[in-house]
C-alpha cells in the first residue's frame, strides 16, 4: 500500500514546506504555499531505461538536413533558429488574451498542409470551440487532429494511436496527471507533466509545444524549473487594446535569444510585419514636435527605427519625476546626469518622462544619444531634424562611442527614406557607398548641433 505524504508548497516558486508558513522564505511571497498531498510507493520497481542507445563520437555524430523544419512564419522561424527541430520542447507564454492560441492554431495549419501529423491538445476549450476559431482562421488540413482532453494519460495514449509529428498543449497548467492527487495548475502537477512531456519529446523524436500563462508579474505560471527542462522559451507580448505583437526568445538552444518576430493582429489572425520599421513610425507625422527622435536599434540580426519621445516640465514634488517607458530606468538616469554635467542643463527642478512608441522595449546603448537628444530638444523646445536618424551610445564624458551593425542600421535608415544620419565618429571607416548624408559626431555637444533645426 502507498504511503501518503503531506507538504506544503509554494505556487510561485516552488518552495516545499513539511508545515504551513504564511510568509514563502525562498520568493517572499504571502498565502501562496498550498497543501499536497503526494503518494509514494513503499515497494517501488525497478526503473526501466527507455532509449538503450550506444554511445559515439561527436565526429560520428551524421545531422539530418530534416531535422529542422518551417512553421510557415517567418517571422517565427527566425526567432526559433530558422525553425522547429524535430524532438525539441519549446515553451510559447503570454499574457491571457494576446493571441497564443491564435499563433498556434495557425502555425499547426501551416505544418499540416506540409504534410506532417499534427495532435492538438486543447484542455481549455471543447473540440467545437477550437473548430469555430479554426474556420474564422481559415485553417483546415486532414493531419491535424483535435484532442479535448486534460488528462495526461490519455494524451499518451492517443500519441501511440495516432503517432504525430508535432504535439501542441494548450495549455500546460490545465493537464494533469493521475500519479499525483494536487490539483491541475499546481507546481507538482506543472513539473510531473512537463517532465513526462519532455520524455516523450526526446524519446520519440516528436516536436512538443506547450502554451504556458504568465503571472501578473510578467512570470511564467509554475516552477522556475520549468523554463530550465524546455529547449526554447518565447514570450508572445504586446498590448491587447493595440494590434501590434511582438514574438521574444528568452532562451533557445537552437538559435539566438535576441531575435524578435513582428506580428499585426487583424480579424482574420496574425499577419506577419515584414517592415517593423515602417509599422513603428507609420503614425508619425513631418509636423514632428519637439522631444520626438527617430533612433536606429538593432535587434539581434535586423535593425529597427523607432521613435523615442520626451516630456520636460516643471514639476511640482520635492523630488522630480523620472519615468520611463520602454527603455532601462537606470540607463536614463544616467544620461539625464550626463545631460546636467556636461551640457549644462538644469533638469533638477523637472519631471522627466520618456517612452519608445510601439510597445518595443530597448535595452542596448545605442540608444542613447536619441534619449538624450529627446530630452535636450524638449528642454530648449526646438525641434530635432524629421529627416535625421540618431545612432550612439553616451560615455559618462559626455563622449560618443562606436554600436554594433553601423551599415545595416544605416541601410534601414535609406531604405525609409530618410535624408541623413548621425553615427559616432569612433566608427571605424564605413565598408560601402550610401545615398543618406553620414555625420560623424565625437560628443554629445556637436550632435545637439548637427541635428537641430532651427524654429
Known sequence: MGKVKTKWVCQNCGYESAKYIGKCPDCGSWGTLT?????????PKQSIIADDSPVCLINEIEIKESIKFSTGFEELDRVLGEGLVQGSLVLLAGDPGIGKSTLILQTAGNICRKGKKL?????????????LRAQRLNVNSDNLYVYSQTNLESVINQIDNIKPQILVIDSIQSIYTSNITSSSGSVSQIRECTNSLMDIAKNKNITVIIIGHV???????????????????????????????????????????????VFNMV????????????LFMKERTDNAA???????????????????????GATSYPSPRRVS??????????????????????????????????????DEPAADLGIALAIATCYRDVIVDPNCV??????????????????????????????????????KRLQGSYDIQII???RLMDAISACVSKI
Do not use: W
Open 290 to 312: 519637439p522631444g520626438s527622435v527617430i533612433i536606429a536599434t538593432n535587434e539581434g540580426t535586423r535593425a529597427l527605427l523607432v521613435e523615442v519621445q520626451a516630456l520636460v
Open 325 to 362: 517607458t520602454g527603455t532601462e530606468f537606470n540607463r536614463l538616469l544616467q544620461i539625464i546626469a550626463v545631460l546636467e554635467k556636461r551640457i549644462g542643463l538644469n533638469l533638477s527642478k523637472h519631471d522627466v518622462y520618456v517612452n519608445v512608441t510601439g510597445g518595443i522595449e530597448i
Open 390 to 427: 540618431i545612432i550612439g551610445e553616451i560615455s559618462l564624458s559626455g563622449e560618443i562611442r562606436n554600436v554594433s551593425n553601423i551599415e545595416k542600421r544605416i541601410y534601414e535608415a535609406q531604405k525609409l527614406g530618410f535624408k541623413k544620419v548621425i553615427v559616432p565618429k569612433q566608427n
Open 119 to 131: 495532435l492538438y491538445v486543447c484542455a481549455e476549450e471543447s473540440s467545437s470551440q477550437v473548430k
Open 440 to 442: 560623424e559626431v565625437a
Open 35 to 43: 497543501e499536497e498531498v503526494e503518494v509514494k510507493q513503499t515497494n
Open 267 to 278: 480579424e482574420n489572425g496574425l499577419e506577419e510585419v515584414t517592415n517593423p520599421s515602417e
Open 215 to 261: 503571472t501578473k508579474d510578467g512570470n511564467i505560471a509554475g516552477p522556475k524549473v520549468l523554463e530550465h527542462m524546455v529547449d526554447t522559451v518565447i514570450y508572445f507580448e504586446g498590448d491587447k487594446y493595440k494590434s501590434q505583437r511582438l514574438l521574444r526568445s528568452i532562451k533557445n538552444r537552437f538559435g539566438s535569444t535576441n531575435e524578435i518576430g
